[in-house]
């Protein structure tokens, strides 16, 4: 082989047309090897871009046993002049000159055909990510990620590392994991028969966080502007194509912000992530709209190009009890929406994402600030198509005493640190929580959340 520098197939791609004629050094996995006695054409995909790259092996050069172990998910090294392309569907090729294979791949490979369906792939999810599908959804997640920091990045907000184990269990947002280092089975106990966590590794009890909310607010009480961007953790038994035991959720909090900012800067931040993804993603959202999903891409540029609508609770009830629709779970004033409530507002009455606010203090967390009403609080939930809750936020309470009244009245200990924020300096403050993955599920058109994660955790469920 030559000393050249290898090329990735998607900088071939991109700038093909001005290395035509000279030797490019590329490498990567096969996806097929078809041809004729004469000829053999190798699809070879690097995970670059969903597309592969065509390597023409001339079989006077390259006889039938020296291309023997080139199977489907064998490994590569080729060295071969880049020339237009003679076939339709590329428009650059590598007419191979030298060959090292890598690795080979048995007939046991077990992604050897198109076509498997994505429930037998979440069985092999080790090699899944080898996949066209897996290929698109991990770039796209990745290139999400990064939207969201440079949008945060840009309008100046902190990064603010909120802690994965806490000994703070009154977010309530979930069931948590507990982290514990004591014998399981032979607790210390202590005299009236409790478990004895002063000889835990922590000296107390310690769970995995649900959210990093309660501790970004120490942040932005201090910094003005802060997101966090990390695993959360909760132990539901939901089994439901949108919930899983460990994802990864963008809490952003910002001082000074009353509930319309929030929204504002919700509907801001979901826009530019999917933009950013319609720009930059392009060949991957394609392909999933043509296999997956034929109205993905309108759909996303839908809600771009769209208000989301603004609704109070009381007015989204009314309109779910009008609709005459028959529900699994029933409406009244007071309920918490279930996934088909949200869907039906967004879906099939303003067929928008809708932004649902003021919800029964009743049906959300205790740090939400009360309205002058007294029974309805400043809460926002994004409610998107195909998703139902994307987001959900609200206008945290600054006032000191009603704080520590509703934290009273729901029992919680352990709140001094919290409520210092509004003892000290307190200031009008908002935020949100978005589900990344729900984001990723959206963006991908994906149908469950299972498979816009590398290696999904739910229960009964941790592999790897
Ligand atoms: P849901 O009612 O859908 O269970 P939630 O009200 O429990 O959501 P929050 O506690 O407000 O959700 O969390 C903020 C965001 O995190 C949600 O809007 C959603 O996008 C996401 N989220 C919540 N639970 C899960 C989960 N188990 N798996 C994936 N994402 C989740
Ligand atoms: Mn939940």
């Known amino acids: 082989m030559e ?29 097929t090897r078809r041809g004729n006695k004469n000829v053999q054409f190798v699809a070879l995909n690097d995970g670059s871009t969903i597309n592969n790259l065509q390597i023409v092996f001339d079989l006077t050069k390259f006889p039938e046993e020296v291309l023997k172990p080139i199977t489907t998910g064998s490994s590569i090294h080729v060295q071969g002049t880049l020339v237009a392309s003679q076939g339709a569907g590329q428009s650059v090729e590598v007419q ?25 792939l979440r069985e092999k999810a080790h090699l899944r990510p080898r996949t066209n599908t897996f290929g698109a959804v991990l770039r796209i997640r990745h290139a999400l990620a990064y939207a969201i920091h440079k949008f945060f990045n840009d309008k100046g907000f902190v990064y603010f590392h909120t ?44 769970s995995l966080t649900v959210s990093g909310q309660l501790e970004g607010e120490l942040g932005a009480t201090a910094l003005g502007l802060i997101y966090t961007f990390g695993p959360t953790f909760r132990a539901e038994n939901s089994n ?7 994802f990864w959720m963008i809490e952003p909090e910002m001082a000074f912000y009353e509930i319309a900012d929030n929204m504002d800067l919700a509907e801001e931040f ?53 609709s005459g629709k028959k529900f699994e779970f029933p409406v009244y004033w007071g309920v918490d929406l279930a996934s088909e409530h949200e869907r039906y507002l967004v879906e099939e009455h303003f067929k928008k994402p809708v932004i649902l606010t003021d919800y029964p203090k009743e049906i959300k967390a205790f740090y939400m600030k009360l ?32 704080l520590t009244n509703r934290i009273n009245e729901l029992g919680l200990t352990g709140m001094d640190w919290y409520v210092d924020t509004r003892k000290y300096g307190t200031v009008p403050h908002s935020g949100f929580g978005l589900g990344f993955e729900r984001l990723v599920l959206f963006v991908t058109g994906m149908q469950n959340i299972r498979d816009v994660i590398p290696f999904p955790r739910y229960p009964k469920a941790c592999e790897y």
């Not at 392009?282 to 190009?305: G, P, S, T």
């Open 3 to 31: 000393d050249i520098r290898r090329k990735t197939v998607k900088e071939i791609f991109a700038t093909g047309d001005k290395f035509v004629g000279e030797k490019v050094d590329v490498k990567g996995w096969v996806r």
């Open 96 to 120: 191979a000159e030298d060959l090292e294979i890598y690795g080979t791949s048995p007939s046991d490979y077990p992604l050897q055909k198109k076509g498997h369906t994505l429930e037998f």
């Open 163 to 206: 802690p994965l184990i806490t000994a703070s269990d009154c977010e309530g947002a979930g069931a948590q994991f507990q982290v514990t280092t004591l014998p399981l089975n032979e607790l210390p106990k202590t005299e009236d028969g409790s478990v004895d966590y002063s000889q835990d590794f922590f000296g107390k009890l310690a």
């Open 240 to 246: 439901t194509p949108r919930h899983l035991s460990e």
């Open 270 to 322: 979901i826009k530019y992530c999917i933009n950013y993804a319609l720009e930059h993603c392009k060949d991957d959202i394609q392909f999933l709209n043509d296999h997956f999903d034929k109205e993905l891409i309108d759909r996303l540029k839908f809600v771009v190009e769209n208000d989301f609508v603004r609704l109070p609770y009381t007015e989204g009830i009314k309109i779910l009890e009008e």
């Open 371 to 402: 309205n002058d009403d007294g029974k309805t609080v400043r809460a926002m939930d994004v409610l998107f198509p195909k998703i139902g809750e994307i987001i959900g936020g609200s206008q945290r309470e600054e006032n000191y005493e009603k």
